[in-house]
């Protein structure tokens, strides 16, 4: 199944949210500063970058191949320059940025070497280029995803990438200071509004009737108080020397 993401950005814009420890990690480690040039691919409706320029005051770029998901964005931060393309054209200059980053967005891509490549020709020299996705065991693990909806798990098996996949991606595009990182954020969920409404792209890949046993499993769950739920990432890095 095709997902549209035209379709979806209202439900991703009123229902998605940075994660904090994400957020925190992409400012403080690269160092951006007001003079920093930074660039995210797969922007979505500008939650992270939108972020960035707010606490940096960085000179942002967002890329985004929805043309929905990139109006919800223009409507939070203007301070951004907003770009419609795609990861694998990126639409820049050679040597064009200090920071480059995307957040959830590695299994949407489908050349990801092409993605790779491209983002090493526009980083500066001494810039550093972040991917921010989830391994096997956290998608195994998800809380709430794989827990109420556990068919979710095979699908996103099938379209993220393997262990160990990234750091080879980034070794063959002759990255350095090759890293990853493990960010945790937990929270207490109190409302399903956000999973009824599938602003999670994984929902639109299990059957009506997987996501509505699910659904419901939640909702009885939560008449009884909110439900303690934990958000991973792995962060990976690689500088161009």
Known sequence: MNISYDQIAADYAAHRRVHPEM???LIEFPRLTSQSQVLEVGCGTGNYI???ASATS???FGLEPSSAMLES????AAAVSWSQGSAEALPYPDGSFDFIFSVDVIHHVRDRPAFFKEAFRVLKRGGWFA?????????RQRMPLAHYFPETVAVELQRYPKDGEIKRLLAAQHFDRISEDLVE????LSDAT???RKAFSSLHLISESAFNHGLGRLKEDLKKGPVSCISKYVIYWGQKL
């Not at 989830?134 to 998608?139: A, Q």
């Not at 954020?185 to 207490?188: R, V």
């Open 58 to 60: 960085a000179k942002c």
């Open 73 to 76: 964005a223009r409507k939070k």
């Open 185 to 188: 954020f937990a929270y207490l």
């Open 23 to 25: 957020l925190r990690r």
């Open 50 to 52: 939108g972020a960035i």
């Open 131 to 139: 991917t921010g996705t989830d391994s096997e065991k956290i998608i």
């Open 194 to 196: 956000a999973f009824e």
